[in-house]
T-cell receptor
Framework: ETGVTQSPTHLIKTRGQQVTLRCSSQ?????VSWYQQALGQGPQFIFQ???????GRGNFPPRFSGLQFPNYSSELNVNALELDDSALYLC?????????????FGEGSRLTVL | GENVEQHPSTLSVQEGDSAVIKCTYS??????FPWYKQELGKRPQLIID?????GEKKDQRIAVTLNKTAKHFSLHITETQPEDSAVYFC???????????FGDGTTLTVKP
């Protein structure tokens, strides 16, 4: 069984640039959630995708957007990067419909905005 | 929306002692309460969870208790070992609501 994989693992961008982060869900999982984890804090919910449709969104501005593909992999796009966007971005997949319980996290993509 | 508060932020214990981490939540509709362990540089991983129809759950050295009336739940680790050292996060969610709300974490250090 393949776990959740994310790419890239680390990246550095400058303020104003755009970034795309990628996530492959665990085999058999059709729901993907994205979380932002700032240093010393818990993960903050960005949004969730279920069968290619957004299913809930946290308190993040519209410059945070996402996609889910037919194979249930997902992308997180952030436009007009700000210094405060520096964080670990975690993707989590889960089986079944919407949020049924346990989240299976990837190793994360660490974004640094200079 | 849901708000989860977690205490303490840091906890240091001697090997063999017990450790207790507490969380409170605000939304009485929340019905699923997981605990995740995150080792340095690693992904968060579920260690135990509890649903709102259960008051206590145990798995070997770890246990979780839930008080729905008071809206708080706790993680108990007995006979702590150095490999228990990590950051622990509690979370609360509503099944099918699409969102889990996490506490800010507790850094547990177990001294040999």
């Amino acid at each position: 069984e393949t776990g959740v994989t994310q790419s890239p693992t680390h990246l550095i961008k400058t303020r104003g640039q755009q970034v795309t982060l990628r996530c492959s869900s665990q085999s058999g999982h059709n729901t993907v959630s994205w979380y932002q984890q700032a240093l010393g804090q818990g993960p903050q919910f960005i949004f969730q995708y279920y069968r290619e449709e957004e299913n809930g969104r946290g308190n993040f501005p519209p410059r945070f957007s996402g996609l889910q593909f037919p194979n249930y992999s997902s992308e997180l796009n952030v436009n007009a990067l700000e210094l405060d966007d520096s964080a670990l971005y975690l993707c989590a997949s889960s089986p079944g419909q919407r949020n049924t319980g346990e989240l299976f996290f990837g190793e994360g993509s660490r974004l640094t905005v200079l | 929306g849901e708000n989860v508060e977690q205490h303490p932020s840091t906890l240091s214990v001697q090997e063999g002692d017990s450790a207790v981490i507490k969380c409170t939540y605000s939304d009485s509709a929340s019905n699923y309460f997981p605990w995740y362990k995150q080792e340095l540089g690693k992904r968060p991983q579920l260690i135990i969870d509890i649903r709102s129809n259960v008051g206590e759950k145990k798995d070997q050295r770890i246990a979780v208790t839930l008080n729905k009336t008071a809206k708080h739940f706790s993680l108990h680790i007995t006979e702590t070992q150095p490999e228990d050292s990590a950051v622990y996060f509690c979370a609360a969610s509503i099944t099918n609501a699409g969102k889990s709300t996490f506490g800010d974490g507790t850094t547990l250090t177990v001294k040999p």
